[in-house]
């Protein structure tokens, strides 16, 4: 876990607002997850589960608002977030004649 900040809280969301053209998905989401401690979002669909955690992998620019994973300021440096954290999305677009190897290679930020 080196090179990143060990004195904050590992996820950080403040204020955080994700607008599209047809509407809001999130609007002024904050949390804070401190070390050691596990978080569950759970809500009905379309509530905003799978954008947050998209911002959160820096997947999604937020509208509004601070992210930080590990003390990193994820919208202006996801590559470097993503090389200290996993991510399982709920459904896989990849092919599937794909080894484990080879999605994470086509996966890994340049």
């Avoid at 876990?1 to 607008?19: C, F, H, L, W, Y």
Wanted: proline share 6%.
């Amino acid at each position: 876990m080196s090179n990143v900040a060990t004195t904050s809280d590992p996820v950080e969301i403040i204020g955080v607002t994700k607008r599209y053209r047809t509407g809001v998905a999130i609007e002024n989401v904050s949390l804070t997850i401190p070390r050691g401690k596990t978080l569950g979002l759970i809500g009905q669909n379309g509530a905003g589960k799978s954008t947050t955690i998209r911002i959160l992998m820096g997947m999604l620019a937020p509208s509004e608002g601070r992210v930080r994973v590990l003390g990193i300021d994820v919208p202006h440096d996801a590559a470097r977030m993503r090389r200290q954290v996993g991510y399982v999305p709920e459904r896989h677009d990849i092919y599937p004649w794909m080894s484990v190897g080879q999605v994470i290679e086509f996966d890994r930020p340049f």
